[in-house]
C-alpha cells in the first residue's frame, strides 16, 4: 500500500469516526427514560400497591432532545459512506458498520418508549438473564445466586470506619477532585455538584456529578474514583483522543456490559470494593429475572420487601428495572452488564495471561470497547490504527504483577474450602469445623 493510499485509509476511517461520534452526541438513554419525582410520590402515596402510571402516553410528554427519523437517516448514510470508502469485508468497516446499526437499534428503543416493544429492544442491546457466558456453562440469572452463596458470611462482617457516611456532599466534591488529580492527571475529570440527578453520583465523558445533599463514605470516593474515573471517563479520554479511530470515545448499548464490567473489576483489583456491592448486582440481575418472569413492578417491588430492604431500597431497584419500559412489561436490561461484563472482562484477562498476550491487557482501555468485538479492536491495534491508551489504571500498569495474581487466584480454586476450613479452624481459636471427615459433605465429586 503506498503512503498515499495509507493515508486516505486512515482519514477514511477518521472521517467516519467524527461522523459517528457527531450523529450520537444527542442520543441521551438514561435521560429519555427517566422517571419524575412525581411518579414515586404517588406510589408510596397508594401503599405501594398501584402500578406507577408510566406508558407511551406520558412518554410522549417528555422530549428526546433529537428527531429520531432525522437521526436515523444520518446513520443510514453513514453506512453508505463505510461501503463506499471502506468496503464491507475489512475488520474496521465491519465494525464502524455494527457501531453504527447498534445506534439506529438504540433510536428504535427510545421510540418504543412505554410500549411493549421497549424491553425485547433492551433485550438484544443488553443482552438477557438467560444469557450463558459459554456453551453449556451457567446463565447470567445463576449469577447472582453464586454471588449470593459466596458472600453468606457478608451479615458477619465488621463495621469499618472507611464505610461510614460521614463527608458531605460538597466535602465530597473537594476531596475526590483531589483524588482524581492525583491519580489521573490535574482536572481531567471535573467533579461537580448537582441537586438534578437521581442518583448520589452520576459520571459523563469528562465529569463525575455529585448531590450536594448526599453522604458519602470514603469507601465510596475511592470506588467512585476507580470505577468512574479511572474506567468510564478514563476510556471516553482514551477513545476521543485517538488520532484515527475516534468513535472508540462513545459507547452504544452494547458497550455497557463490557464498560460496567471492567469497572467493577477495577474496583475489585484496585481493594476498593466491597462484598455488598457484590450482593448489590445480585440484587439487579434477580430484579430483572424476576421481571422477564412476568413479575410487574409492583411484585418486584414487594419480594425486595419481604427480603427485609427498605421502602427507598425497593423502589430503586424496580424502578431501574422498568424504566423506559411498562410496570407490566418486559425488563430495561442495562443492569445486568455489571455482573455479565464482570465475568467477561476477567475470562478476557485470564485467558490472555494463560496464552502469553499480556499486551492484550491494557487494549481495553484504548477507548470503549466491546468485549465481543476485541478480535477486531486488536488487529487494529497492531495495524496502527488504535494507539495504546493515554491513560492506564495503576492496577493495570504492571501486568506481570497482575498475571502473578490471577495465576495464584487459578491455583486456589483447585482447592478444597471445606476442608481447609476444618483444619484451619482451630488455628483461628475455634473448634473443627468437621469433627469426622467421614462426616463431610463430598466436594467435587470426591
Request: contains cysteine; glycine residues 8%.
Amino acid at each position: 500500500m503506498s503512503t498515499f493510499d495509507e493515508e486516505s485509509y486512515e482519514a477514511a476511517v477518521r472521517s467516519i469516526s467524527d461522523a459517528i461520534v457527531d450523529a450520537q452526541g444527542p442520543v441521551r438513554i438514561l435521560n429519555a427514560i427517566k422517571w419524575d419525582d412525581d411518579v414515586r410520590d404517588r406510589f408510596f402515596a397508594s401503599g405501594c400497591r398501584e402500578q406507577p402510571a408510566v406508558d407511551a402516553d406520558w412518554y410522549a410528554g417528555r422530549e428526546l432532545g433529537l428527531d429520531i427519523d432525522e437521526t436515523r437517516e444520518r446513520f443510514l448514510d453513514i453506512e453508505l459512506q463505510i461501503n463506499g470508502s471502506l468496503g464491507t469485508t475489512s475488520g474496521v468497516a465491519q465494525l464502524l458498520k455494527r457501531t453504527s446499526e447498534q445506534y439506529r437499534l438504540t433510536l428504535d428503543l427510545l421510540e418504543a418508549r412505554g410500549t411493549d416493544t421497549f424491553g425485547s429492544i433492551a433485550a438484544q442491546l443488553y443482552g438477557t438473564t438467560d444469557d450463558v457466558f459459554h456453551a453449556g456453562g451457567p446463565t447470567v440469572a445463576d449469577l447472582a445466586g453464586q454471588f449470593r452463596e459466596a458472600l453468606s458470611w457478608v451479615s458477619d462482617l465488621p463495621i469499618d470506619d472507611r464505610d461510614e457516611k460521614t463527608i458531605g456532599g460538597d466535602d465530597a466534591v473537594k476531596l475526590l477532585q483531589e483524588r482524581l488529580d492525583q491519580s489521573m492527571g490535574s482536572h481531567m475529570v471535573d467533579v461537580v455538584a448537582d441537586d438534578g440527578i437521581v442518583a448520589d453520583a452520576a459520571a459523563g465523558s469528562s465529569y463525575i456529578k455529585l448531590r450536594s445533599d448526599a453522604m458519602f463514605s470514603e469507601r465510596q470516593l475511592e470506588q467512585l474514583e476507580s470505577h468512574e474515573g479511572w474506567v468510564h471517563v478514563g476510556t471516553s479520554a482514551n477513545g476521543l483522543a485517538q488520532p484515527v479511530c475516534t468513535f472508540l470515545g462513545k459507547a452504544p448499548p452494547p458497550v455497557n456490559v463490557t464498560q460496567e464490567g471492567l469497572a467493577t473489576l477495577t474496583e475489585i483489583l484496585s481493594l476498593t470494593s466491597h462484598p455488598i456491592r457484590l450482593l448489590r448486582i445480585a440484587d439487579r440481575i434477580d430484579a430483572i429475572a424476576l421481571a422477564t418472569g412476568g413479575a410487574t413492578f409492583v411484585d418486584v417491588v414487594e419480594h425486595f420487601r419481604t427480603e427485609g430492604k427498605d421502602e427507598d431500597e425497593c423502589w430503586q431497584l424496580a424502578m431501574r428495572v422498568f424504566r423506559g419500559s411498562t410496570p407490566t412489561g418486559l425488563p430495561f436490561t442495562k443492569d445486568l452488564g455489571y455482573g455479565k461484563g464482570l465475568v467477561l472482562t476477567y475470562a478476557y484477562m485470564r485467558v490472555a495471561i494463560r496464552t502469553g498476550r499480556l499486551d492484550r491487557i491494557p487494549v481495553l482501555f484504548c477507548g470503549k470497547v466491546d468485549i465481543n468485538n476485541m478480535g477486531a479492536i486488536n488487529d487494529l491495534f497492531d495495524e496502527g490504527l488504535i494507539e495504546p491508551p493515554a491513560f492506564l489504571p495503576e492496577v493495570f500498569r504492571d501486568v506481570n504483577a497482575l498475571a502473578a495474581q490471577v495465576a495464584f487466584s487459578r491455583f486456589l480454586r483447585d482447592l478444597d474450602f471445606d476442608r481447609l476450613a476444618a483444619d484451619y479452624a482451630p488455628l483461628l481459636g475455634g473448634p473443627p469445623l468437621i469433627e469426622d471427615p467421614t462426616d463431610a459433605t463430598p466436594v467435587d465429586g470426591d
